[in-house]
């Protein structure tokens, strides 16, 4: 998947979404609770609450992520 310049991520466009319409390939694939719990301990980036029910994560921190790892988990 090509990664946008600026903006920001939602969680089921970084881990992707099978079931989506059209499906959603993963940048990282991990699950959802794999997910949290790196993010709890840091191994993956923080995210930013944009509304009360709306979390993203910066395409810069994704993208830093993965030339961190050099591409892997």
């Known amino acids: 998947m090509q990664l946008p310049d600026t903006g920001y991520l939602r969680l089921s466009q970084i881990i992707g979404n099978p ?7 993963a940048i990282i694939p991990v ?8 993010v709890r301990t840091g ?10 029910r ?11 992520f993965i ?3 050099g591409g892997g988990i």
């Open 67 to 69: 030339k961190r790892t």
């Open 31 to 38: 699950s959802k609770s794999t997910w949290w719990q790196g």
């Open 54 to 64: 709306i979390t993203a994560w910066p395409v810069e921190s994704i993208r830093e």
């Open 43 to 52: 191994r993956y980036p923080k995210p930013i609450r944009l509304g009360p």
């Open 19 to 25: 079931k989506a319409n059209p499906p959603i390939p």
